[in-house]
């Protein structure tokens, strides 16, 4: 995996860090990769007609 750096207004890390707290994600990390996966599943995917299983994003 690659590192990235990204600025977050101040109130979408509370919430971020709430979710963690409440236990529906085990870090940051994990909650803004599933985050991208489903942006990208959307927006990129759905237009090129791609099924999900055929992309395989965790062992990129």
């Known amino acids: 995996m690659r590192v990235i750096t990204?600025?977050?207004?101040?109130a979408y890390l509370e919430e971020l860090n709430r979710l963690i707290e409440a236990g529906?994600?085990?870090s940051r990390s994990e909650a803004i990769r599933?985050?991208?996966?489903?942006?990208?599943?959307?927006?990129l995917w759905?237009?090129?007609g791609?099924?999900?299983?055929?992309?395989?994003?965790e062992e990129v």
């Open 34 to 43: 599933i985050a991208i996966r489903d942006l990208l599943q959307r927006e």
């Open 6 to 10: 990204v600025k977050v207004p101040k």
């Open 24 to 26: 529906l994600f085990p």
């Open 46 to 48: 759905t237009i090129r």
């Open 50 to 57: 791609a099924k999900s299983r055929e992309l395989r994003l």
